[in-house]
């Protein structure tokens, strides 16, 4: 009944037939294609050539096809090839093939030395536009805030309760433990080094400097980017890809005012409240090893902290958090507002979310020292 | 061959036998049986939240079930083993509601991926059979390279039969194939599943809302209701149907602007 299919070739006086036996189905497929591939060899021949498909026992589109590409492929010169026997059960799948244009359109995907040259260009050339693109959005975030300081009713406070939750309160476990493993990993590497010069106390300067100049704000912030810029691009990016931010406008609604404004708002809040706690983590974490590791007992350390730092290395730290807040805020909705419709772009626009919002914080770090120097802080 | 298709029809190609799903405390199907008989058209009405959708993803394996049976194919899912599952599932294709493209691949892609996974052949027969696929469903061939995002409703629906039917199943489940199109794109598209279901000796399990669908496309209908399939029968059978539900279906305003 069933079983491996055959193309078997029997002279009829002076025309060949070509017999198919067997199951001509998908599964075949592989063995198919090399018969049918030996069999139009015999193009040209100078014998009237006839496929006899009586005995085929089962037939799909897979084999359907094989067979009218066999029969196209003898069909050329002046012999014309016939398919013979076929039974009304398959007839109508093999009328529906032959209707089928064998020209399929494929793409072919080179790639050239002159197309990456072209890539590179055109990545270097979209650097100026994903500059504007945040300047555009600043400017669009600023209009929304003069428009609701002049009609305060349409601030969406629930809204930005709601992210504050999401990006201050929950991210607090997660900032202070890890703030605090690296005020200790500091404070242990320096009282390693410094106790060769007989140094140890100095290691309370430079863990206060450190930690609350550049080092707390800065990986607050980098982790503000990863773990909440990241976030809001994907919420935006899914939300435009299901037309809901279409939706909004449709009704009226201003998308920057609804969806990025309470957003922000609840980044610029949050980012310096997760960079004081993670400095106090960090110092504590400093402090906890400078004793225990270092021989510093804590009211030597707060002692040395007091004379150490002043309440400018404060500022600085605290001056900069919301200015990475927003940076990293706006980096984020440009990105989840560029989405298109395929689930790879949004996979693509969260990963340039948190890679583009890390960049740009620590060049806003580095636009601040040169600052602060000038200034003399 | 004629003795084989007797014994097929005796045999039903889904056989679901008391099936219970639950989600919570609320019993959205209750010790449901179902047959769906070889080569037929089964349409599948009910109630909006009856539980239609449930049903065939309970049969497709999606959603767990409490208690009951399934056999598809003659293979009782909950007992087979992962290559017997896998045989089964090769054998049927599924029409999501949405259409469930890849939205990441291009149409091509979409019809090409189960032939890539289960099949050993030549990209030049995949690309041909892709050609195949997207006649049959009456697509263009310049369609084959764009991408989801860029298809309208109409076109989304026939290019995922295309990938439902890209392994030239025995089974399609198709979930509200016409929602979504217009009058006339949906009665295309219940012709081509008719021209299909006869070109390729389909078996076709239909959900539907479409008066219009059960009336030209489908040989059988089955409608659910309480989480029990209430009757099933031919479009004659449930318009003599004395059930105040089907009463109102089948003899309502909607319906008469059908039959007229």
Redesign the interface.
Known sequence: MSGDPKLERIAKGNALALCATGTWTASFAPALERMVADAEKLAGGPQNIFIDVSEVAKLDTFGAWLIERLRRSLTKGTVEAQIAGLSANYSSLVDEVRRVSATPVVETSTITISGMLEQIGRTVAGLGGTVAGLVDMLGAVLAAVAHVLIHPRSFRLTSTVHHMEQVCWRAVPIIVLITFLIGCIISQQGIFHFRRFGADIFVVDMLGVLVLREIGVLLVAIMVAGRSGSAYTAELGSMKMREEIDALRTMGFDPIEVLVLPRMLALVLALPILAFLGAMAALYGGGLVAWLYGGVDPEAFLLRLRDAISIDHFIVGMVKAPVMAAVIGIVACVEGLAVQGSAESLGQHTTASVVKGIFFVIVMDGVFAIFFASIGM | ?AQ?AQGAIQDPIIRVRDITVQFGSTRVLDGLDLDVKRGEILGFVGPSGAGKSVLTRTIIGLVPKVAGSIEVFGVDLDSSNSSQRRNVERRWGVLFQQGAL???LTVRQNIQFP?REY????QR?M???????L??VGLK??V??R????LSGGMIKRVALARA?S??PDLVFLDEPTSGLDPIGAGDFDDLVR?LQ????LTVFMVTHDLDSLYTACDRIAVLGNGKIIAAGSIADMQASQHPWLRQYFHGKRARAVVT
């Open positions: 061959m084989e890849f939205s990441s032939m099949l050993r052949v030549s027969l690309d041909e059979i892709t050609m195949a696929k006649a049959m061939p310049e084959a390279e991408f989801p995002s860029e039917l392994l030239d021209t006869r070109t390729l000796g």
